[in-house]
């Protein structure tokens, strides 16, 4: 008598899955049927063969049709059957993982072809720090180009995810490592060692750094390290200190003495010049240093939205940007 992966394997090669006579190793992968893969997703979520049956108006025999037609291609067993109840089996569980997924990113797929040739809608993320410091003020210049285009802004802190967070484009805080998508540097953002004048006094060469409080990014684990290194400083990790999420946050820490801080070149000159905090080894200490050590704010996008006319318009006008001065600088 056949087992039932046998009579699995045969069934595949009778709707084309595996091509007969071919070894194991050399068959090509396809994927089982796109409506068996629906069915069995609509029974995880009902745990329920009638209930998936009732939402997808068919008969509860045409649902057990597809989920051993599915069983017998992956030949796995998907369901444990304990009278009209059923559980999913391991093999279940870590399939509906995947098809969740994939019925997502077909969903978000179709949404934009259908809505992509007349789409004047720019959902656009932005880093907090740029969006307030460099965006904000400007944006009205980019309106009087497309003064039809309806830009959705939200900002967050790390890179979202362009699918799940519904986001066309983001200007985020990095250095070069955006891999798979496209990405253009747009401002290099050079920092300053700052500290109140209290702790400047327990700070007699770059050594002295490492028995003082360093206020980190949570973005950045290198960062304080490179800067160390190029002080002549050898040290094996960062020394401990605080993380801080954004840079507002850390430039209000470093003001109010919890540790040394990295600030950002246009902040560090405002408080500077108010005598909140001093600078022990001057303004210009990364200008020096590898631009593949300097983070810095990046366009960040997949290279296929840039096909919707009004998110290329918009990166265009981004890329033409002079974003060497903050927006309330003088022109």
């Known amino acids: 008598m056949r087992d039932e992966a046998t009579e699995g394997l045969e069934r595949a090669h009778r709707l084309g899955i595996l091509k007969k006579g071919a070894a194991a190793s050399e068959r090509p992968f396809r994927l089982p049927p796109l409506n068996a893969l629906r069915v069995f997703h609509t029974v995880v979520r009902h745990q329920?063969?009638?209930?998936?049956?009732?939402?997808?108006?068919?008969?509860?025999?045409?649902?057990?049709?597809?989920?051993?037609?599915?069983?017998?291609?992956l030949a796995v067993e998907l369901f444990d059957r304990k009278g009209r109840a059923i559980e999913p089996t391991e093999h279940a569980i870590l399939l509906a993982h995947f098809v969740q997924s994939a019925f997502d990113e077909l969903t978000e797929g179709v949404l934009r072809v259908t809505k992509g040739s007349h789409r004047k809608r720019i959902n656009l993320n932005v880093s907090p720090y740029f969006a307030t410091r460099y965006l904000?003020?400007?944006?009205?210049?980019?309106?009087?180009?497309?003064?039809?285009?309806?830009?959705?802004?939200?900002?967050?802190?790390?890179?979202?995810?362009?699918?799940?967070?519904?986001?066309?484009?983001?200007?985020?805080?990095?250095?070069?490592?955006?891999?798979?998508?496209?990405?253009?540097?747009?401002?290099?953002?050079?920092?300053?060692?700052?500290?109140?004048?209290?702790?400047?006094?327990?700070?007699r060469s770059p050594q002295d750094l490492l028995d003082l409080p360093l206020l980190h990014p949570v973005l950045s684990?290198?960062?304080?390290?490179?800067?160390?290194?190029?002080?002549?400083?050898?040290?094996?990790e960062a020394p401990g200190g605080i993380r801080f999420q954004d840079a507002a946050t850390m430039r209000r820490a470093t003001v109010e003495g919890l540790g040394v801080g990295l600030i950002s070149t246009i902040d560090a000159l405002e408080d500077l010049k108010l005598g909140k905090i001093v600078a022990p080894f001057g303004r210009n200490v990364m200008q020096d240093m590898s631009p593949a050590q300097v983070p810095g704010f990046h366009l960040v996008l997949p290279k296929t939205h840039r096909r919707l006319p009004a998110i290329s318009a918009f990166c265009r006008w981004i890329e033409e940007q002079d974003w060497s001065m903050p927006d309330d600088a003088p022109l």
């Open 136 to 203: 904000l003020g400007r944006l009205a210049r980019f309106r009087e180009l497309m003064p039809d285009a309806d830009i959705r802004l939200t900002t967050m802190v790390e890179l979202p995810d362009f699918i799940r967070d519904d986001v066309d484009v983001a200007i985020q805080w990095g250095y070069s490592e955006w891999a798979p998508y496209e990405s253009t540097l747009l401002l290099r953002d050079q920092k300053v060692v700052c500290c109140t004048p209290a702790l400047a006094r327990q700070i």
């Open 221 to 236: 684990d290198r960062l304080w390290m490179d800067v160390l290194r190029h002080l002549g400083v050898s040290s094996e």
């Open 48 to 73: 329920s063969f009638r209930s998936a049956a009732d939402e997808l108006l068919v008969s509860p025999q045409a649902v057990s049709q597809q989920i051993k037609l599915l069983e017998d291609i």
